[in-house]
């Protein structure tokens, strides 16, 4: 009976914990669309699905980053982001895809980092997870944008090369922001996937 309220309690802090950093995901995406260096706004919420990562799982991560990409989406679909406006007029399937794949993609790859790292001490897998998330993020994002939306990247590169204009011109700055932002919250993050409940 004991093991059965526990299983319980357990499934429900689970369920809390996700679905409080779902919202937060949602709000600081929304937020952070007003906050582009460039075309690209920053993405904020990466180190909260480190967190649902690294807490919970390769799993909650992929579904934290789908709601990411669902913010991204919206985005597009309402025009406040620049860049996901003109994907989304160019293709909305291949958007569609593209955008909540990509999501799902970096944070499954986080939460597989910290479980491959956090074996011996669960900090490495912390900056494991908070390195993999922003490069799988960029390298989605970068070749969608090269091989699915090639005419949207040509026409913005002008004469310049189109993978050096996506690389360092379109991306370039908001990975490095991204990079730094999630490595210096590897201590916070540690922190808080200590209190979001247990698994």
């Not at 669309?33 to 180190?47: C, D, K, Q, S």
């Not at 390769?58 to 309402?78: D, E, Q």
């Not at 999501?103 to 490495?124: C, E, R, T, V």
């Not at 494991?128 to 590169?157: C, D, G, Q, S």
Request: with cysteine; charged share 10%; glycine share 10%.
């Amino acid at each position: 009976m004991a093991t059965a309220v526990n299983r319980t309690q357990s499934r429900t802090r689970r369920l809390t914990g996700t679905a409080i950093l779902m919202a937060l995901v949602v709000l600081l995406q929304m937020l952070a669309t007003f906050i582009r260096p460039g075309l690209i706004p920053v993405n904020l919420v990466l180190p909260i699905i480190v967190v649902g990562a690294a807490r919970y799982g390769a799993k909650t991560g992929a579904l934290l980053g789908i709601c990411f990409g669902g913010v991204v989406l919206a985005s597009g679909i309402t025009g406040t982001a620049p860049l996901s406006a003109l994907m989304w007029a160019a293709n909305p399937f291949l958007m569609t895809i593209a955008t909540l794949g990509r999501g799902a993609a970096f944070g499954y790859m986080a939460g597989l980092a910290y479980n491959l790292m956090s074996k011996k001490n669960p900090q490495d897998g912390i900056l494991a997870a908070a390195i993999v998330a922003p490069i799988v993020n960029t390298l989605i994002f970068l070749l969608a944008l090269i091989f699915l939306f090639r005419p949207i990247l040509v026409n913005m590169a002008g004469d310049t090369n189109i993978i050096y204009h996506a690389f360092i011109g379109m991306a370039g700055t908001n990975f490095i922001i991204e990079m730094l932002i999630n490595v210096g919250l590897v201590s916070v993050i540690a922190r808080l996937v200590r209190l979001v409940g247990s698994k």
